[in-house]
């Protein structure tokens, strides 16, 4: 069989690495993240994980850095193929906010709060290997806005804004204001009329049904345009979980913690605020959902500080505003 199609399968794993001598802990890795590889591919692999290693060597050695990095299901990529399959964030040339803003006070705000507990967020997405997170931030924002508007929540279709938002560049990333446009035209069918098919990197032809739309929204609000975390914190309270962007480089090696360092504000991904809390030694952070499945981070979710526009979490944070 020509090499370039011989893959490594877990079977035959423990007899290939006695022949080809790769690295135990490399062949643990696949074991656990049921990786396989053509034979031409496996050096570059290799290479790409021992890389990881060093980056986040260098990461937990950060002064004031309080979260954990470490071997992930990403640390076979290097950070630019990693960033091309898993983020997506491509900024709109058109920021314009179509709903009149609403009056706001920031009165008292309980040092704690997780939106999860009200039934309002649904379950942890996988956006796989596409550009696609702008739409999954925009769909779970729709998603919790739909719920706290009095309807039953339900898992709404990402797959309709990848393939569908003309605006937008499918798994070639995209950006909040314009999906959040895009909803507001055509509504959104739920995941179950409309699944997710993108996941491999195709952005797929449009298969819109009208008929079958579901959720409907008037627009969306900017929750600070002060990258003010305390007006995000009354915003959230008010209306709910926040859609954001983020500077989401490092993301790639979190494996829990607080990211207090090492977090730039060039944002690269979007996902979503569900709430926020502080640890015992009193640092205060969010709780942001991601859109890489639960076995990733802390089943899910990443810990971030406030109030310093870590990672830019304040730079581009939204609600939406649900019929």
Same mark, same amino acid.
């Given at each position: 069989?020509?090499?370039?199609?011989?893959?490594?399968?877990?079977?035959?794993?423990?007899?290939?690495?006695?022949?080809?001598?790769?690295?135990?802990?490399?062949?643990?890795?696949?074991?656990?993240?049921?990786?396989?590889?053509?034979?031409?591919?496996?050096?570059?692999?290799?290479?790409?994980?021992?890389?990881?290693?060093?980056?986040?060597?260098?990461?937990?050695?950060?002064?004031?850095?309080?979260?954990?990095?470490?071997?992930?299901?990403?640390?076979?990529?290097?950070?630019?193929?990693?960033?091309?399959?898993?983020?997506?964030?491509?900024?709109?040339?058109?920021?314009?906010?179509?709903?009149?803003?609403?009056?706001?006070?920031?009165?008292?705000?309980?040092?704690?709060?997780?939106?999860?507990?009200?039934?309002?967020?649904?379950?942890?997405?996988?956006?796989?290997?596409?550009?696609?997170?702008?739409?999954?931030?925009?769909?779970?924002?729709?998603?919790?806005?739909?719920?706290?508007? /009095?309807?039953?929540?339900?898992?709404?279709?990402?797959? =309709? +804004? &990848?393939?569908? @938002?003309?605006?937008?560049? #499918?798994?070639?990333?995209?950006?909040?204001?314009?999906?959040?446009?895009?909803?507001?035209?055509?509504?959104?069918?739920?995941?179950?009329?409309?699944?997710?098919?993108?996941?491999?990197?195709?952005?797929?032809?449009?298969?819109?049904?009208?008929?079958?739309?579901?959720?409907?929204?008037?627009?969306?609000?900017?929750?600070?345009?002060?990258?003010?975390?305390?007006?995000?914190?009354?915003?959230?309270?008010?209306?709910?979980?926040?859609?954001?962007?983020?500077?989401?480089?490092?993301?790639?090696?979190?494996?829990?913690?607080?990211?207090?360092? /090492?977090?730039?504000?060039?944002?690269?991904?979007?996902? =979503? +605020? &569900?709430?926020? @809390?502080?640890?015992?030694? #009193?640092?205060?952070?969010?709780?942001?959902?991601?859109?890489?499945?639960?076995?990733?981070?802390?089943?899910?979710?990443?810990?971030?500080?406030?109030?310093?526009?870590?990672?830019?979490?304040?730079?581009?944070?939204?609600?939406?505003?649900?019929?």
């Amino acid at each position: 069989m020509r090499a370039s199609i011989v893959v490594l399968s877990l079977l035959g794993l423990a007899c290939f690495v006695a022949a080809n001598s790769i690295d135990s802990e490399f062949a643990s890795f696949m074991v656990k993240y049921n990786k396989e590889y053509t034979l031409e591919e496996l050096p570059q692999r290799i290479a790409n994980y021992k890389q990881s290693k060093e980056i986040i060597a260098a990461l937990n050695a950060k002064p004031g850095n309080k979260a954990i990095y470490g071997i992930t299901k990403f640390s076979d990529m290097t950070p630019e193929e990693f960033k091309s399959t898993h983020m997506g964030y491509k900024a709109s040339p058109n920021k314009k906010v179509d709903t009149a803003p609403a009056s706001l006070t920031i009165t008292d705000i309980p040092t704690s709060y997780d939106w999860r507990t009200k039934n309002v967020v649904t379950p942890v997405k996988d956006q796989g290997q596409c550009g696609s997170c702008w739409a999954f931030s925009a769909t779970e924002g729709v998603e919790s806005a739909w719920a706290l508007a /009095g309807h039953t929540l339900t898992e709404l279709s990402p797959q =309709q +804004i &990848v393939s569908c @938002d003309n605006d937008d560049d #499918g798994c070639d990333g995209g950006d909040l204001p314009t999906a959040f446009g895009y909803v507001k035209k055509a509504g959104l069918e739920t995941e179950k009329a409309y699944p997710y098919t993108s996941g491999g990197g195709d952005t797929g032809n449009c298969k819109y049904d009208a008929n079958k739309v579901l959720a409907k929204i008037d627009g969306f609000q900017y929750a600070t345009k002060k990258l003010n975390e305390t007006e995000m914190q009354a915003t959230s309270l008010a209306h709910g979980p926040l859609s954001i962007c983020v500077d989401a480089e490092t993301w790639q090696y979190y494996t829990g913690g607080v990211v207090t360092s /090492g977090c730039g504000t060039d944002l690269d991904h979007c996902v =979503q +605020i &569900v709430g926020w @809390d502080s640890n015992a030694k #009193g640092v205060k952070y969010w709780i942001i959902r991601n859109s890489w499945n639960t076995d990733w981070g802390i089943k899910g979710f990443i810990y971030v500080e406030r109030n310093h526009d870590l990672c830019g979490v304040a730079m581009e944070a939204t609600y939406v505003v649900s019929k």
